[in-house]
Nanobody, 125 residues
């Protein structure tokens, strides 16, 4: 069983930065591909960023390319999402997801088999 706990969300002004963390349980976290998704009020959950288990491969949604960076520290069993140049449209609940097999990045929700509870990010204008 894998548990994912997100943290680091909060309120920030437009143009500011936040770093989200996703701490994972499980002895083999280093073999989990992980991703970040977000869901704004009244909208569907959408892909933000993904990283392979080795960290060698990453992929980003078009709306965050050049502003967000996903990374991981397998020794700490933690995945990060550094968010810079935040915009009001980035306001959403951000979810961490893990896939316990496969060495690639994955951009579809159905490709993940574990999810965190989410952390709220609010960007004021």
């Amino acid at each position: 069983q894998v548990q994912l706990v997100e943290s680091g969300g909060g309120l920030v002004q437009a143009g500011g930065s936040l770093r989200l963390s996703c701490a994972a349980s499980g002895r083999t976290f280093s073999s989990y591909a992980t991703g970040w998704f977000r869901q704004a009020p009244g909208k569907e959950r959408m892909f933000v960023a993904a990283i392979s288990w080795s960290g060698s491969s990453t992929y980003y949604g078009d709306s965050v390319k050049g502003r967000f960076t996903i990374s991981r520290d397998n020794a700490k069993k933690t995945v990060y999402l550094q968010m810079n140049s935040l915009k009001p449209e980035d306001t959403a609940v951000y979810y961490c997801a893990a896939r316990t097999y496969g060495d690639n990045w994955y951009a579809q929700q159905y490709e993940y088999n574990y999810w965190g509870q989410g952390t709220q990010v609010t960007v004021s204008s």
